[in-house]
């Protein structure tokens, strides 16, 4: 079937400028996280998205970060002002089982560029 | 907080070598040990995990290690081939002890297999 998809996979966008990221999750998974890769660095937890439950928003970095999960399924990640240490692969993953220690699958993620 | 530290950042080996890459956690409410392969300009994927119930799991030429005590986890790769040369990241997790399945993630291990 099919992966996790996410759109745009590239995006330039200039200093100051809002930009919106896109996730649609494997078809049935009940969990949806958000996380971010920095040029040759590990992945960073933004936040996790669980059915109808308050969503862990503990990695976001700055309240110019914020995500909302519509309907249970497609996710939207929003950078207001952007900076350029915004400059990064944003990756979305989805999980079958809501509890911790499921196998996360991730999507191809989308490359940004603050000029 | 929560950190994963792991070791070394790269590492080259001939074909048919072994590979091991190490990690630490700090979470000691961590149970669950997942590990990507990334390979260049791709999503990263699971490749194996253990759960803090067990002290070892073997796939194959994979295998992953789990001392609790001492709070770290190693990853085994024998007989090196070049398909294997990637970027490993660790990660750890609450597992079902938790309500959310977020992942603390290593800085990753650059492999290298020479042929």
């Known amino acids: 079937g099919a992966g996790v998809s996410q759109s745009p996979s590239n995006k330039v966008t200039e200093k100051g400028k809002d930009v919106e990221l896109r996730c649609d999750p494997i078809?049935?998974?009940?969990?949806l996280y958000w996380y971010r890769q920095s040029l040759g660095q590990g992945l960073e937890f933004l936040i996790y998205?669980?059915?109808?439950?308050?969503?862990?928003k503990s990695g976001l970095p700055s309240d110019r970060f914020s995500a909302e999960r519509t309907g249970g399924s497609v996710s939207t990640l929003t950078i207001q002002r952007t900076q350029q240490e915004d400059s990064a692969v944003y990756l979305c993953?989805?999980?079958?089982?809501?509890?911790?220690?499921?196998?996360?699958?991730f999507g191809p993620g989308t490359r940004l560029t603050v000029t | 907080g929560e950190n994963v530290e792991q070791h070394p950042s790269t590492l080259s080996v001939q074909e048919g070598d072994s590979a091991v890459i190490k990690c630490t956690y700090s979470?000691?409410?961590?149970?669950?040990f997942p590990w990507y392969k990334q390979e260049l300009g791709k999503r990263p994927q699971l490749i194996i995990d253990?759960?803090?119930?067990?002290g070892e799991k073997k796939d194959q030429r994979i295998a992953v290690t789990l001392n609790k005590t001492a709070k770290h986890f190693s990853l085994h790769i024998t007989e090196t081939q070049p398909e294997d040369s990637a970027v490993y990241f660790c990660?750890?997790?609450?597992?079902?002890?938790?309500?959310?399945?977020?992942?603390?993630f290593g800085q990753g291990t650059t492999l290298q297999v020479k042929p």
């Open positions: 993953a989805s999980s079958l089982v809501s509890s911790g220690g499921s196998e996360q699958y």
């Open positions: 078809s049935g998974h009940t969990a």
């Open positions: 998205f669980q059915g109808n439950s308050a969503p862990d």
């Open positions: 979470d000691s409410a961590s149970n669950y």
């Open positions: 253990i759960r803090s119930n067990v």
């Open positions: 990660a750890a997790s609450r597992g079902k002890r938790s309500n959310t399945g977020k992942l603390i």
